[in-house]
């Protein structure tokens, strides 16, 4: 029989080999397809922002490429490179092993986005600024990451703790104690977000626009969707991208615009992009996701406590002394290489959520609305129109730009009834 380490090098080459196979695919498709928009667009998207569009997807795939090779390192480093063991003999002897393995855990994490942060910094100030989207400072990317790191070690310290306290005196269910902890945390930062953590980097100011306001409240209402507000976020002082979403649980759930979605897009489209939006809340999408991740969460840590037993696994890794914490930071990093090939899954998934989200906007608002809000939005924001087909089919969380367009499209030539809310 193999050994673990070896099925893990197969593993990690598949997925790694698959990830490249793909990003090449990616460019070779947008470039060769860069000359032209498709036939739906060209009517509609100039040919300089296709072009615009296809050298933004060109530069981000590049920066990907080298994206790859770092974290393809950092996982190797870590685990037959001997990184974590040393990481682990390093600390033990500092703390006591439960301070330890949080300070391990933690520690696995600011390495990561250390060795990551000169990769972050060239997307934000050199690919998004040469195409002009970057609005960000130096200053107020690095009082971001100061937050985000303080929040990071907030939140995720004591969780860490918890959960290794749970590994160690709960005896055999403690994988159960763990699961049930891990969904309080999901749904407590859930209905936290809107009002305690995103204010932290926003600032959201409710909507002031009077028209728009009532013409939202209208739709609202027909919806029964009930909101704490209509709020615009400040989005324009980071990026001149636009977008809107719903946020938050039961009473805390808000309408967050952006404000460089509201001055890209006129009232009729705003409303559109609302109901396709409206349409994810009355089709359950976030319910059916929160449950599903709460499902596969319990599937992977059954898996975890059998892996907890397992020698071969952390020898396999290149950890010659487990402790809980280097279990589970084992287990966090193999996992992601061995479900790769299963992305497509929930790719599908989305992209399913998004077309009856569309037909839901379709029903409920004018189909010609939002083909024209995405068109503005995919030029905006210089979205590909030519992804490769199997790029797409592993990767896109929503339909390619063509198919969605082609069904709205449908939609607004047969003129669906609207369907009681």
């Given at each position: 029989m ?47 922002d ?131 902890v891990?969904?309080g ?8 977000y ?19 306001k ?42 967050v ?101 569309d ?15 995405l ?12 992804p ?28 669906i ?5």
């Amino acid at each position: 029989m193999p050994s673990f380490q070896s099925i893990f090098l197969a593993a990690l080459i598949l997925a790694f080999g698959l990830k490249l196979w793909l990003l090449l695919r990616q460019m070779r498709h947008v470039w060769r397809h860069r000359a032209l928009p498709p036939a739906v667009f060209a009517a509609r998207i100039p040919v300089e922002d296709h072009h615009k569009a296809a050298d933004y997807t060109l530069a981000k795939s590049r920066l990907g490429l080298l994206h790859l090779a770092v974290e393809a390192g950092l996982l190797l480093a870590f685990t037959l490179g001997g990184g974590l063991q040393w990481l682990n003999d390093l600390l033990l002897p500092q703390f006591s092993p439960l301070f330890a393995g949080t300070a391990l855990l933690l520690g696995l994490f600011l390495i990561g986005a250390v060795v990551e942060l000169p990769l972050n910094l060239y997307h934000q100030f050199s690919i998004e600024a040469r195409f002009g989207f970057n609005r960000q400072t130096v200053a107020g990317f690095i009082a971001d990451l100061a937050k985000q790191t303080l929040l990071g070690l907030g939140i995720g310290g004591p969780l860490i703790l918890l959960v290794l306290w749970l590994m160690g005196i709960m005896g055999e269910a403690w994988w159960l104690w763990v699961w049930g902890v891990w969904m309080g945390f999901n749904l407590l930062v859930l209905m936290l977000y809107p009002t305690v953590i995103a204010p932290l980097f926003n600032k959201f100011t409710p909507l002031e626009d009077a028209s728009l306001k009532a013409r939202i409240e209208a739709l609202l209402q027909r919806a029964g969707f009930t909101a704490s507000g209509v709020f615009v976020m400040d989005g324009s002082r980071r990026s001149s991208h636009g977008n809107a979403y719903f946020t938050g649980l039961g009473k805390n759930k808000r309408i967050v615009f952006y404000d460089t979605l509201l001055t890209q897009l006129n009232p009729e489209q705003i409303e559109a992009v609302l109901a396709h939006e409206l349409g994810h809340f009355k089709h359950r999408h976030i319910i059916k996701r929160i449950a599903l991740m709460f499902v596969l969460s319990l599937v992977m840590l059954a898996l975890l406590a059998w892996l907890k037993q397992a020698a071969w696994f952390h020898a396999g890794l290149g950890v010659v002394s487990p402790t809980d914490a280097t279990t589970l930071a084992l287990f966090f990093l193999a996992l992601p290489v061995f479900l790769f090939p299963m992305t497509p899954l929930m790719s599908l998934y989305s992209r399913k959520h998004e077309f009856e989200a569309d037909a839901f906007a379709a029903r409920h608002s004018q189909p010609e609305h939002l083909i024209a809000a995405l068109v503005r939005l995919y030029r905006d924001n210089a979205a590909t129109l030519t992804p490769d087909p199997i790029y797409s089919l592993f990767y896109d969380s929503h339909p390619k730009a063509v198919e969605r367009i082609a069904k709205l499209e449908y939609y607004d030539r047969v003129s669906i009834p609207t369907q009681p809310i």
